[in-house]
């Protein structure tokens, strides 16, 4: 049985703007911004709900699958 | 819900920051905390804190559009937050922010006068001549006042525009402060090792 959500917060570093719109919008303060760099997901924490993907203004975050390492079964 | 914190009130602050420049245009002064606080912060200890935190404009945007739905909230075109466009506006900003030093200092030796206008979009010159009684200060200090209300004017506005076309913090995908800040903390972590997730 999964006791993770499936689903977790992928950021694209390559685009992110680290502006932290998706670090004010999580409900588990499990998003934050690298050194000013890029958003980085605490990915274990993560609920998958998309709070951040939704609010980030340039889509730099998507939802996708669990795999084992992150967590999915522990 | 997440405990509100003292510095999620900061949008209020911009709000304050364009009232009190309307009354009198020496308060745009005040603006220069949001110009040095951000660079201070990405220089000397490598964050961009300002806009994950503390910038007023920003939480603006999102109390305007996620609050108060004003934006179509629809994808930000692509060219918006391209490196290219991104750091072109930063150096357009950066020659604007000059020419704005170059006139008060213009005003400041008498080679030209106080001009009492806001420009709007570089180039719509509006009269703002009630906010200042002349002779108050020095005129190079006005002319400052002036031009950098102008400027942060302009680039709120901008933000407003592109938050009702697009999303609510688009303006954040090409903010020049947001640029600078972040090209500055990636260059001081250049030698760190990133985290996985
Ligand atoms: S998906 Fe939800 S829990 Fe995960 S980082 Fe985004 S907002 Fe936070
Ligand atoms: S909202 Fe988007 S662009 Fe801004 S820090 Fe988060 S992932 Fe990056
Ligand atoms: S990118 Fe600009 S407007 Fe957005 S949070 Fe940072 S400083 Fe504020």
């Known amino acids: 049985m999964s006791s993770r959500p499936k689903l977790i917060a992928n950021v694209n570093r390559k685009i992110c703007v680290a502006c932290g719109t ?16 890029f958003a980085v997901v605490a990915l274990a924490q993560c609920l998958g709900c998309g709070r951040c993907a939704a609010a980030c203004p340039i889509g730099a975050i998507t939802l996708r699958e669990r795999v084992k390492s992150e967590g999915e079964t522990l | 819900m997440k405990k509100k914190r003292w510095y999620d009130y900061l949008w209020m602050w911009t709000i304050l920051y364009f009232a009190l420049g309307f009354y009198n245009i020496l308060f745009a002064w005040l603006g220069m905390i949001d110009f040095l606080v951000p660079l201070l912060l990405a220089i000397f200890w490598g964050n961009k804190r300002f806009c994950n935190r503390y910038c007023g ?26 490196k290219l466009f991104r750091y072109g506006f ?48 020095p005129d190079w200090i006005a002319q400052f006042s002036f031009g950098f209300y102008s400027l942060m004017l302009t680039s709120a506005l901008l933000g407003v525009i592109v938050m009702a076309l697009y999303k609510p913090r688009t303006w954040c995908a090409f903010c020049p402060m947001g640029t600078m800040t972040q090209a500055i903390c990636q260059y001081k972590s250049r030698r760190s090792r990133p985290p996985q997730s």
Do not use: H
């Not at chain 2, 939480?59 to 179509?72: A, H, I, P, W």
């Open chain 1, 22 to 37: 998706c670090v004010t919008q999580c409900p588990k303060s499990v998003i934050d911004v690298w050194r000013g760099s």
């Open chain 2, 57 to 82: 404009r920003g939480q603006l945007l999102s109390q305007l559009g996620v609050k108060m739905k004003c934006t179509r909230n629809v994808a930000t075109p692509r060219w918006l937050y391209s």
């Open chain 2, 90 to 137: 930063l150096v357009f900003f950066l020659a604007t922010f000059g020419n704005m030093i170059y006139q008060t200092y213009l005003v400041g030796s008498c080679a030209t006068t106080l001009k009492e206008t806001a420009t709007i979009f570089w180039t719509l010159q509006v009269p703002w001549n009630w906010a200042y009684s002349r002779g108050a200060v």
